[in-house]
């Protein structure tokens, strides 16, 4: 890559910073590949009340859960995709998801005090990073899809903080897994936003074409972002930001290779140094054609 519980977060982020709990949980990972070919980790993680106050407690008590469990199921149960996740389930992070990829300096979570649906989203990015440390935060979805057509990502996204030094996360990453693995990430810095392919060559080095955005995305608010591949020549990517098409039908490099299609949410990547970044995640939507 690219160099790329229902608890509150101070108890999310206790229990999940660090790799003992996720090598623990979780199987051995495979690897991934930074720009400078660094070899990178994919994972393969009723009280004195009255009788009266009681009754009405409880009827109000069983509506509201009712009204939250409702909501809960409604954004995925309604979506026609191959894969879908809105982090309202369970307070569990890998809900929905195949593994976790976590490694000191980590940050991931389900988060239950934002959301652009409610109650819940995703939390992930990371803390504090030196200069030679790197970190992971994020949930990986296998579909074993391989799409020839389309591929299309919808999620909302806040990001809430990025490294003030400069240094960039991939934020988010589709792998398509082959001979040759081809990968579309999101690389968010301070001052630019980027969808970049990345390509496995031949010869065991990496490509990688860079789409940058007019201006990165806004923060402290939620955006709704679009990737849209058209996987039928002539091959392009297109890139929409709430309303805005930021990237515009692009050629996509010749080399790039369709394969069975896995989902990195989150924290695909992160290099220091950085004092912390953190991103949420919610109404993830992927369709495979």
């Known amino acids: 890559m690219m160099k790329g519980m229902k608890a509150r977060i101070g108890l999310g982020v206790a229990a999940l910073v ?3 709990i996720a090598a623990c949980l979780f199987p051995s990972v495979d690897g991934l590949s930074g720009q400078d070919g660094a070899a990178e980790a994919s994972a393969t993680d009723a ?3 009255g009788s009266n106050d009681a009754t009405s407690d409880a009827k109000s008590t069983d509506a509201t859960d009712a009204t939250t469990d409702a909501s809960s199921a409604r954004f995925c149960t309604t979506q026609d995709a191959t894969f879908c996740a809105d982090f309202d389930e369970s307070a569990d992070v890998v809900t929905g998801f195949t593994s976790l ?3 000191d300096g980590g940050l991931v979570a389900v988060d239950d005090a934002a959301s652009s649906s409610a109650p819940n989203s995703l939390l992930t990015g990371n803390l504090v990073l030196a200069i030679n440390d790197s970190s992971h935060g994020c949930v990986v979805a296998k579909t074993s899809i391989t799409p020839s057509s389309s591929l299309v990502l919808d999620m909302d996204m806040r990001i809430d903080t990025l490294a003030s030094q400069g240094t960039y996360i991939e934020a988010f990453a589709i792998v398509l897994e082959s001979a040759t693995q081809s990968s579309i990430q999101l690389n968010l810095e301070t001052a630019s936003t980027v969808v970049g392919e990345e390509i496995d060559t031949l010869d065991a080095g990496k490509l990688f074409i860079a789409h940058t955005f007019p201006a990165p995305i806004t923060m402290s608010t939620w955006s709704h972002v679009n990737i849209t591949l058209v996987l039928h020549a002539p091959r392009t990517i297109t890139v929409t930001v709430d309303t805005t098409v930021v990237v515009d039908h692009a050629s996509m490099n ?3 290779v369709v394969g069975p299609t896995d ?3 989150g924290n695909a990547y992160s290099p220091g140094p950085s004092d912390g970044a953190r991103i949420h995640y919610d109404n993830i939507v992927l369709h495979l054609n």
């Open 47 to 49: 009280g004195d009340a």
């Open 254 to 256: 010749s080399a790039f």
């Open 101 to 103: 990829f976590l490694t």
């Open 18 to 20: 660090g790799c003992g």
């Open 263 to 265: 989902v990195y949410a």
